[in-house]
């Protein structure tokens, strides 16, 4: 899966963002948070940190802090999308929603379609940004947490009670449903 601008380090602490595809509320339609859940576990499994995240209805934002790798960190990323677009296909097929998932279909550009591609699950590329401050990863991890509760999603009353975030256990200590690294200590493991 392409990315606008490769990641040109082999590890590092990064604020990452993937988009359903044409914005699809994909995530929220299969109830595909535990997917990113999963993801996270493998990410764990092989020494990386979770340090923020906000799982959206059709989008994530992760503050993730990768381990040195011999796989580079898009191969990585992209991994993890397609792991995940699996099940999301699989979940929308079971559901019987004929339209989406031919939308999907038909989002795959000839290219990607001789590779065998099905289904067009994402946006092709993600964005990503270096987190080189700990006042950069306080603004990204305030945005990521205020984002269900902006007027265009308004799926929380405050950061602290939207479930699929990590903000409860920055804004009181509690881990949430997904336990997170503070993000100070993640150069500790350097």
Same mark, same amino acid.
């Not at 999301?88 to 929603?97: M, N």
């Not at 699950?121 to 205020?146: A, T």
């Not at 409860?168 to 449903?177: H, L, N, P, R």
């Given at each position: 899966m392409p990315v606008k601008k490769q990641i040109p380090f082999t590890w590092g602490h990064f604020f990452i963002t993937c988009t359903c595809y044409k914005w699809l509320q994909l995530i929220a339609i299969t109830n595909g948070y535990d997917l990113f859940y999963n993801w996270f576990n493998i990410l764990k499994a092989n020494g990386h940190f979770i340090t923020g995240y906000v799982i959206m209805p059709n989008h994530v934002h992760v503050t993730i802090a990768f381990r040195e790798s011999k796989k580079s960190l898009n191969?990585?990323?992209g991994d993890g999308k397609r792991f995940m677009s699996y099940e999301i296909v699989k979940r929308i097929t079971a559901s019987r929603l004929v339209a989406i998932l031919q939308q999907l279909k038909d989002?795959?550009? !000839?290219?990607?379609?001789?590779?065998?591609?099905?289904?067009?699950?994402?946006e092709d590329?993600?964005?990503? !940004?270096?987190?080189?401050?700990?006042d950069f990863v306080n603004q990204k991890l305030d945005y990521m947490h205020n984002n269900p509760c902006i007027e265009k999603w308004n799926l929380s009353v405050n950061p602290y009670s939207y479930l699929h975030s990590s903000a409860k256990f920055y804004i009181s200590g509690e881990q949430g449903i997904y336990p997170v690294t503070i993000f100070w200590s993640w150069g500790m493991w350097i």
């Amino acid at each position: 899966m392409p990315v606008k601008k490769q990641i040109p380090f082999t590890w590092g602490h990064f604020f990452i963002t993937c988009t359903c595809y044409k914005w699809l509320q994909l995530i929220a339609i299969t109830n595909g948070y535990d997917l990113f859940y999963n993801w996270f576990n493998i990410l764990k499994a092989n020494g990386h940190f979770i340090t923020g995240y906000v799982i959206m209805p059709n989008h994530v934002h992760v503050t993730i802090a990768f381990r040195e790798s011999k796989k580079s960190l898009n191969t990585i990323i992209g991994d993890g999308k397609r792991f995940m677009s699996y099940e999301i296909v699989k979940r929308i097929t079971a559901s019987r929603l004929v339209a989406i998932l031919q939308q999907l279909k038909d989002g795959v550009n !000839k290219t990607d379609r001789k590779r065998g591609n099905v289904h067009e699950v994402w946006e092709d590329s993600f964005d990503w !940004k270096e987190c080189c401050s700990h006042d950069f990863v306080n603004q990204k991890l305030d945005y990521m947490h205020n984002n269900p509760c902006i007027e265009k999603w308004n799926l929380s009353v405050n950061p602290y009670s939207y479930l699929h975030s990590s903000a409860k256990f920055y804004i009181s200590g509690e881990q949430g449903i997904y336990p997170v690294t503070i993000f100070w200590s993640w150069g500790m493991w350097i």
